[in-house]
């Protein structure tokens, strides 16, 4: 009976152990890993409103406030993506918790039985109290093994209790941190309902400007001066990165077609508005393709811009050496920086349809000494 007893104890504690030991483990470095994430998303955060708040500074022009309401969205669009994942990071912490007062519920249910166990065995031995088990000795000697076994019994039985009344405190903690977990869990949904209307909304506001400026054909023909000045500011900054850079080259780089699928929605060269009925160079080549697609490198080369660029919207460039440099505008997310030595066909980033854009495409220029050419020799 002790024996079973014991071995009960020994199995139930090492069982107890090696159950808090794992799921502890597991559970600390998927939050510590979304924890880390949650950093790094609150920096980008804090980065965009700065950007937010010189844009609101700075710019005076017609695009000013498409750039703004582009802004304005990605940030909500990254406290969004900061909700759910603090959803995600306290559901699981809810999980951990539910789990381990399971496994607290199971050990004192396991406990309960053992003692109740060890009642009744008294009770069919027809030893009522561990008194009479004592006065019923036949000996001295016999006295002293039974006191010896009672005493043994009552600090296993008192330990047993111990354990009982510790794991009663430990249960009441955990259900307590379950009830403000599940509390803050419901916070965290509300507010991101209220975040996810106001992403509509300033998906929606944007939409609108957009409209606005094809609907006033000066304001929209001023918008795409901005857009050709843009251009030519642009030239001006990758000449000079390239010059501060000299990153050797031969002038001729075989490129690969920077986005898979998707047609080719506007070629580069001269074309006739259909808005404005006038002529308007264009510097690249449009590919239509859905929101999110994957834009590659073209060529290995260095980012020498990845950013907001006015009337392009999110973009990058790299410098692939020789004067040579390829551009991508409108995307969603940018997955690159300044500085950083990229591969050809590593993905840079995400098509979207930021800057002066009416749906989801990438704008792809090839440009030798700042200078737009056609890029589709470059990539056949
Ligand atoms: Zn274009």
């Given at each position: 009976m002790r024996f079973k007893v014991m071995v009960l104890m020994v199995g139930l504690s090492l069982l107890v152990s090696m159950g808090n030991g794992l799921v502890g483990a597991n559970t600390s470095r998927a939050l510590q890993e979304r924890q880390r994430e949650l950093d790094e998303l609150t920096r980008a955060i804090e980065e965009q409103k700065d950007a937010l708040a010189s844009t609101q500074r700075q710019e005076q022009?017609?695009?000013?406030?498409?750039?703004?309401?582009?802004?304005?969205?990605?940030?909500?669009?990254?406290?969004?993506?900061?909700?759910?994942?603090?959803?995600?990071?306290?559901?699981?912490?809810?999980?951990?918790?539910?789990?381990?007062?399971?496994?607290?519920?199971?050990?004192?249910?396991?406990?309960?039985?053992?003692?109740?166990?060890?009642?009744?065995?008294?009770?069919?031995?027809?030893?009522?109290?561990?008194?009479?088990?004592?006065?019923?000795?036949?000996?001295?000697?016999?006295?002293?093994?039974?006191?010896?076994?009672?005493?043994?019994?009552?600090?296993?039985?008192?330990?047993?209790?111990?354990?009982?009344?510790?794991?009663?405190?430990?249960?009441?903690?955990?259900?307590?941190?379950?009830?403000?977990?599940?509390?803050?869990?419901?916070?965290l949904q509300e507010e991101e309902e209220a975040k996810r209307v106001q992403v509509a909304t300033r998906a929606q506001e944007r939409e609108d400007h957009l409209a606005r400026l094809n609907r006033e054909r000066a304001e929209y023909e001023q918008a795409l001066d901005e857009l050709d000045r843009e251009s030519e500011r642009l030239s001006e900054e990758i000449r000079r990165l390239q010059a501060s850079l000299r990153r050797a080259g031969s002038g001729s780089i075989a490129m690969i077609r920077p986005v898979q699928g998707g047609w080719i929605s506007s070629p580069f060269g001269p074309r006739m508005h259909p808005i404005l009925g006038t002529q308007r160079m264009h510097t690249g080549?449009?590919?239509?393709?859905?929101?999110?697609?994957?834009?590659?490198?073209?060529?290995d080369g260095e980012v020498i811009v990845s950013g907001s660029q006015g009337g392009y919207g999110l973009t990058v460039i790299i410098d692939h050496g020789g004067g040579v440099a390829t551009?991508?505008?409108?995307?969603?997310?940018?997955?690159?920086?300044?500085?950083?030595?990229?591969?050809?066909?590593?993905?840079?980033?995400?098509?979207?349809?930021?800057?002066?854009?009416?749906?989801?495409?990438?704008?792809?220029?090839?440009?030798?000494?700042?200078?737009?050419?056609?890029?589709?020799?470059?990539?056949?």
């Open positions: 022009g017609v695009l000013a406030e498409l750039n703004r309401l582009e802004q304005a969205l990605a940030l909500s669009e990254k406290e969004l993506l900061f909700l759910e994942m603090q959803i995600e990071m306290v559901s699981e912490n809810i999980a951990d918790v539910e789990s381990m007062l399971e496994m607290i519920r199971a050990r004192m249910q396991e406990r309960g039985e053992a003692l109740s166990e060890r009642i009744r065995a008294i009770y069919r031995a027809g030893l009522v109290s561990y008194l009479e088990v004592l006065l019923n000795s036949t000996s001295m000697s016999d006295f002293l093994t039974r006191f010896d076994m009672l005493r043994r019994i009552m600090a296993q039985d008192a330990e047993l209790l111990q354990e009982a009344e510790a794991d009663h405190l430990t249960y009441e903690g955990k259900l307590a941190e379950l009830e403000v977990n599940r509390h803050h869990l419901q916070q080549v449009d590919f239509a393709l859905p929101h999110g697609t994957p834009i590659y490198a073209a060529a551009l991508y505008a409108h995307a969603s997310t940018l997955l690159v920086r300044v500085g950083e030595e990229v591969k050809q066909g590593q993905v840079i980033a995400r098509v979207g349809s930021t800057g002066m854009s009416t749906g989801p495409h990438l704008h792809f220029e090839v440009r030798v000494n700042g200078e737009c050419v056609d890029p589709v020799p470059w990539y056949q």
